[in-house]
């Protein structure tokens, strides 16, 4: 496998963008999980990474994931 080391500081805005979105879908898609089978901690800890390590897009990132619900939303009440 390809190993390619990763530098916080060099990763372009995109790179920034992109990895701080992911990160807060998949707290909001890992928060879903019930409990017990809830990964409390790894959620912490994402939302940890995303709030330190991407602040610069994690307020942008918070907007755009609101944003796309709310356009799906619209879609699925327009196919209804």
Do not use: C
Not at 39 to 68: C, K, P, R
């Amino acid at each position: 496998m390809l190993e390619i080391p990763i530098n916080l500081n060099t990763m372009t805005m995109r790179e920034r963008l992109v990895t701080a979105q992911a990160l807060r879908v998949a707290i909001e898609t890992m928060s879903k999980v019930p409990s017990p089978y809830t990964e409390v901690s790894n959620i912490m800890d994402m939302e940890y990474v995303g709030e330190h390590y991407f602040s610069d897009m994690w307020e942008i990132t918070a907007l755009m994931v609101e944003g796309q619900k709310a356009v799906q939303q619209q879609i699925d009440s327009e196919v209804e």
